[in-house]
């Protein structure tokens, strides 16, 4: 069964240091991948997604995703977190020709913390 | 513009009471609809998804069903609460586009 992996279950980072949060899929064949963040109190939000094509995702407030094909791994990069960057992020993945569900599973979630 | 309703927002409920979970889409038809648990340390995790009216899959053996008596509605029950049951419940549609769109949540606390 397909599975999402993320190793990093509790992040505790300073302002202005880099941020990588590990992601990794157990599916063989192609995926859509996302990542979706989650602020204390609010929804969840798509920060970014990959269908196709560059595998150098950009998203929103400066993240970033690389998707490795050969590592069936989407990890998430931010050069500089801020404060405002705490918040849990949860990886996803869905198979765009998995029948009519297009199921979307989920890691675990990483929840980071940046202090001032 | 796509809706998703979700309510009530936050619910209290003794043991081995029944539980009803409403979600609504608005501005879309014929959408996929999911249930998915979001349990401290665990994730979110797939309860149930829909592709059309009666059409529900489970994902996970448990105490708790899904129904889609309309094509925008679907509904999250339960005849006895357990206490396993508490946790934040999301309920989500997607389109031809693979986006998903989530509701707001229902926290559910069993006592």
């Known amino acids: 069964a397909q599975s999402v992996s993320q190793h990093n279950h509790h992040v505790i980072l300073s302002e202005a240091a880099s941020l990588e949060l590990g992601c990794n899929y157990s599916?063989?064949?192609?995926?859509?991948l996302f990542w979706y963040v989650q602020y204390p109190g609010q929804h969840l939000q798509l920060l970014l997604k990959?269908?196709?094509?560059?595998?150098l995702v950009k998203g929103i407030k400066g993240f970033e995703a690389e998707f490795i094909k050969s590592k069936f791994s989407f990890n998430l990069r931010k050069p500089s977190v801020q404060w405002s960057d705490t918040a849990e992020y949860f990886c996803a993945v869905s198979r765009p020709f998995g029948g009519a569900t297009n199921k979307l599973i989920f890691g675990t979630g990483t929840l980071l913390a940046v202090q001032p | 513009s796509q809706t998703i309703h979700q309510w009530p927002a936050t619910l209290v409920q003794p043991v081995g009471s029944p539980l009803s979970l409403e979600c609504t889409v608005e501005g879309t038809s014929n959408p996929n609809l999911y249930w998915y648990r979001q349990a401290a340390g665990r994730g979110l995790q797939l309860l149930f998804y829909s592709v059309g009216i009666g059409q529900i899959s489970s994902e996970v053996p448990q105490n708790l069903s899904a129904s889609r008596p309309q094509d925008r509605q679907f509904i999250l029950s339960s005849k006895k609460l357990l206490l396993s049951d508490s946790g934040f419940y999301l309920c989500?549609?997607?389109?031809?586009?693979?986006?998903?769109?989530f509701g707001s949540g229902t926290r559910l606390t069993v006592v």
């Open positions: 989500a549609w997607s389109g031809q586009d693979y986006g998903y769109t």
């Open positions: 990959y269908f196709s094509g560059d595998p």
């Open positions: 599916y063989g064949g192609t995926v859509n």
